[in-house]
């Protein structure tokens, strides 16, 4: 039988990377486009001899040709941490409307199905706890997470526009804060950084008093409940992620715990519209995709301490 094709925007990424892996050992054959502004070539080595990869260094908020059949489209490109899109907040405006147009385009014209990679960020700072997919949000739009936040909003209206008026078949899925190996250690986020200032003997920077709260989940967990979106039939929007809430305090405790480090935690601004709460509810995709988390954090922490240890 014919192999499917799938195309990953910001294959080189992160979340990307894990996914091209993931499909090609589910006999995909993988085109990974990623203009690499916060993607990495490293990300993706170990896949360049596999005659079922293809790497194009490409910007998606250009028009995308592909020559070949495309079965799936998975738009993955963006900057995603909130250090990254403050720092390219156009680009992060641009791959989030222009990026997802185009990607939809190219579903379009293949007859894929289309895959967004949307965020919990759709739900800025929540007033509703936790935060089921019916939960429209409470989002600055002129704030500096505005841009992320906006952008992936847009995509999800937008993917539902081709859905409702091309006929087109996608899926959405809310993203909540996922961690693992190929995480950048300088991305931003809190995860990389108490790890990385543990590592070193830094001060963990906590921002405010620590008492937000983030749920984490392990990459592993986050790639196969995508998986299980694609090949179902779901339009409306899934929240894939780990309910298992710790506040951001505790959590530099667990660092340091884990690490046996001798670093002291310091307490630093709380950044604008920083979340104070964050926990999915995962409901949906337990009901309908027959998935839910396996890896606790205490595991999942591990094997990402061993990836980075390796960097340092
Ligand atoms: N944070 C922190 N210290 C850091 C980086 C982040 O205390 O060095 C906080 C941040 O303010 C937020 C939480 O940790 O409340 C999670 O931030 P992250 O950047 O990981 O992503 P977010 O969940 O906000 O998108």
């Not at 195309?7 to 080189?12: I, P």
């Not at 499909?23 to 080595?45: A, M, P, Q, W, Y």
């Not at 007033?127 to 600055?140: A, D, F, R």
Request: with cysteine; net charge neutral; aromatic share 10%.
């Amino acid at each position: 039988m014919k192999k499917k094709t799938a195309v990953v925007t910001g294959g080189a990424g992160f979340l990307g990377s894990h996914l091209c892996d993931r499909l090609i050992s589910e006999g995909f054959k993988v085109i990974c486009l990623d203009n690499l502004l916060t993607g990495r070539l490293e990300n993706i080595e170990h896949l360049f001899e596999n005659e079922n990869f293809q790497f194009i260094k490409l910007d998606v908020t250009n028009f995308i040709h592909v020559p070949s059949d495309v079965d799936y489209v998975l738009h993955f490109a963006s900057p995603a941490s909130p250090i990254d899109y403050l720092k390219f907040p156009i680009q992060t405006l641009k791959v989030g409307s222009l990026g997802t147009h185009k990607a939809l385009g190219l579903a379009k014209e293949k007859n894929a199905t289309f895959l967004l990679a949307s965020t919990s960020e759709v739900y800025g700072d929540p007033l509703i706890h936790p935060q089921s997919e019916e939960y429209w949000g409470n989002v600055n739009p002129v704030g500096p997470r505005g841009v992320y936040d906006e952008a992936k909003r847009f995509a999800e209206a937008m993917t539902m526009a081709y859905h409702r008026y091309h006929n087109l078949d996608t899926r959405i899925v809310r993203i909540f804060n996922t961690y693992g190996p190929r995480m950048r250690l300088d991305d931003g986020r809190a995860l990389p950084t108490f790890i990385d200032q543990a590592l070193k003997q830094q001060d963990i920077t906590v921002f405010g008093d620590g008492s937000q709260t983030r749920s984490f989940c392990y990459v592993s967990d986050l790639i196969d409940g995508i998986f299980k979106l694609l090949l179902s039939k779901e339009v409306m929007p899934v929240n894939i992620g780990n309910p298992d809430e710790i506040t951001i305090d505790e959590f530099a405790k667990e660092v340091l715990l884990l690490t046996k480090s001798k670093s002291k935690i310091v307490y630093k601004e709380l950044p604008i519209d920083d979340p104070k709460v964050r926990q999915p509810d995962i409901t949906r995709a337990r009901i309908l995709l027959k998935w839910e988390p396996k890896v606790n954090r205490s595991e999942g922490l591990k094997i990402t301490l061993e990836y980075f240890n390796g960097r340092i």
